[in-house]
T-cell receptor
Framework: DSGVTQTPKHLITATGQRVTLRCSPR?????VYWYQQSLDQGLQFLIQ???????AKGNILERFSAQQFPDLHSELNLSSLELGDSALYFC??????????????FGPGTRLTVL | AQSVTQPDIHITVSEGASLELRCNYS??????LFWYVQSPGQGLQLLLK??????LVQGIKGFEAEFKRSQSSFNLRKPSVHWSDAAEYFC????????????FGTGTRLTVIP
C-alpha cells in the first residue's frame, strides 16, 4: 500500500458525459501528479500540482482539468468524454515538486470506461 | 525531448532463470532513471532509481540495474526469477531540473513459466 488513495476504483459512463476522479496523496506529500495509461498511448503524464498550484503540464487535453485543494487532495475532471478517453488514470504523490529526485508514490488507479 | 524505449514488449522466462529487461533513453543531459513494476490490478511500485554515482544500483526484490552512459541504457536485471515476478515493468526518465514528472517507456510484460 503506497498511501495514495484514489476513488472510485471503476467508472463506467457514456460519451459526452463528465466525470471527476479523486486522489488523496500520502500524508506529508505536497505534490500530486496525474497520469493516463491507455493501450495505444502507454503511460502519459497529464498534469502536476504542488501545494495547490499547477507546476507542470503534459499531454492533457483541453477537455480535462485538475485542481488541488487546501487539504492537498486533488481532482481530475474529464468532460465531453469520448471512447478514446477510456483508460486507467493514476495519481501519484511526492514530497517535493521539482528537481527530479522526489520519489513518486502511485495510487491503485481509476479505470474509466466510456461506452 | 526526453524519450524512453523498451524494445521488448513481452518476455517469457523460466522460473530460476536470469532476467534482463532493456531500456534506452534519449535525454540532453544525464537523466534520473527509474524502474517501476506494475502487477495486475495494482499501481506502480518503484523498484530502483539512479541519480548519480555508482552506475550499478540495487533495488527491492533482488533487482539491480546498470547505467551505461555510452549506450544510453539502464537495463534491469535479476539473477534468478521467481513466479511472483510476473508483471509489467516500466522504465522511466525524470528531469534533473524543472518539474518532477516522469516520462515512461511502453513497458515490458514478463511471463514466468514453471
Amino acid at each position: 500500500d503506497s498511501g495514495v488513495t484514489q476513488t472510485p476504483k471503476h467508472l463506467i459512463t457514456a460519451t459526452g458525459q463528465r466525470v471527476t476522479l479523486r486522489c488523496s496523496p500520502r500524508s506529508g506529500d505536497l505534490s500530486v501528479y496525474w497520469y493516463q495509461q491507455s493501450l495505444d498511448q502507454g503511460l502519459q503524464f497529464l498534469i502536476q500540482y504542488y501545494n495547490g498550484e499547477e507546476r507542470a503540464k503534459g499531454n492533457i487535453l483541453e477537455r480535462f482539468s485538475a485542481q488541488q485543494f487546501p487539504d492537498l487532495h486533488s481532482e481530475l475532471n474529464l468532460s465531453s468524454l469520448e471512447l478514446g478517453d477510456s483508460a486507467l488514470y493514476f495519481c501519484a504523490s511526492s514530497v517535493g515538486g521539482s528537481g527530479g529526485r522526489n520519489e513518486q508514490f502511485f495510487g491503485p488507479g481509476t479505470r474509466l470506461t466510456v461506452l | 525531448a526526453q524519450s524512453v524505449t523498451q524494445p521488448d514488449i513481452h518476455i517469457t522466462v523460466s522460473e530460476g532463470a536470469s532476467l534482463e529487461l532493456r531500456c534506452n533513453y534519449s535525454y540532453g543531459a544525464t537523466p534520473y532513471l527509474f524502474w517501476y513494476v506494475q502487477s495486475p490490478g495494482q499501481g506502480l511500485q518503484l523498484l530502483l532509481k539512479y541519480f548519480s554515482g555508482d552506475t550499478l544500483v540495487q533495488g527491492i526484490k533482488g533487482f539491480e540495474a546498470e547505467f551505461k552512459r555510452s549506450q544510453s541504457s539502464f537495463n534491469l536485471r535479476k539473477p534468478s526469477v521467481h513466479w511472483s515476478d510476473a508483471a509489467e515493468y516500466f522504465c522511466a526518465v525524470g528531469e534533473q531540473t524543472g518539474a518532477n514528472n516522469l516520462f515512461f517507456g511502453t513497458g515490458t510484460r514478463l511471463t514466468v513459466i514453471p
